[in-house]
């Protein structure tokens, strides 16, 4: 199983192994990055022509995760990972699991766009800088960001220079030679993402709305709107 940052860790409780996204799930929510920060993302690539977005999330007994990866070929060691959280409970039926991920989607896009923004090269420089202190104003440990001000579930956010490559490396390993493996994936049917294009699109949207909130062209702001 992927090595996970979570938020949640009660050490008087055993912690729960969760259960995957997806792949298909979680190629949506890549697809979703890519066309939203397309501008962004071709300013990258003018340094690394292999850059794109990689995700990878799990639902546990007690949170969400979802972890998206600015990762720049594997020839490059060097990425940027936003991990998104919120608090979930098993036996809730509203806020859903789809709801909670297309909240965490909405978040860690706008955290992107902060960095993204070809307005501002400095901060394209930033997030392309092998260095964690490079960028500034991000949110290194866990924070509570809301997008919207009457927003009643905060999404806690955090960023780490953390490249997913090495760790698929040792995943391909186990799906080869641990037969229980593949067993704590989420079945896609447990989601019910409706029709997969309006949500792609209603993302790219909150995504690119982002200007209004956490990432809010010349204001000066951070990524980060508590």
């Known amino acids: 199983m992927s090595k996970w940052e979570r938020r949640n860790l009660n050490s008087s409780k055993p912690a729960s192994p969760g259960s995957e996204l997806p792949i298909d799930f979680l190629k949506l929510v890549e697809e979703t990055l890519i066309q939203a920060l397309e501008p962004g993302l071709l300013e990258v690539r003018k340094m690394h022509p292999e850059s794109t977005f990689r995700a990878k999330g799990a639902v546990f007994n ?5 972890s998206i990866t600015l990762t720049h070929g594997p020839e490059v060691l060097s990425a ?28 860690l896009g706008g955290v992107f766009h902060f960095y993204l923004d070809p307005e501002f090269p400095e901060r394209i420089a930033q997030i392309t800088d092998s260095s964690l202190g490079a960028l500034e104003e991000a949110p290194f440990e866990w924070t509570p960001l809301k997008l919207e001000e009457n927003q009643k579930i905060a999404v806690h956010v955090k960023m780490d220079k953390s490249n997913p490559v ?22 896609q049917s447990e989601f019910d993402l409706g029709d997969a294009e309006e949500f792609l699109e209603e993302r790219i949207e909150a995504i690119r709305a982002a200007k209004s909130g956490t990432g809010r062209s010349g204001s000066g702001e951070g990524p980060i709107r508590h």
């Open 166 to 187: 090495l760790d698929s490396l040792a995943e391909d390993w186990l799906k080869k030679n641990d037969p229980s493996y593949e067993a704590g994936i989420v079945r």
């Open 80 to 107: 940027t990972t936003a991990h998104g959280s919120v608090d979930y409970r098993p036996e809730q039926e509203k806020p859903s699991v789809n709801d909670l991920i297309a909240l965490i989607v909405d978040s």
């Open 62 to 66: 007690d949170e969400i995760l979802l």
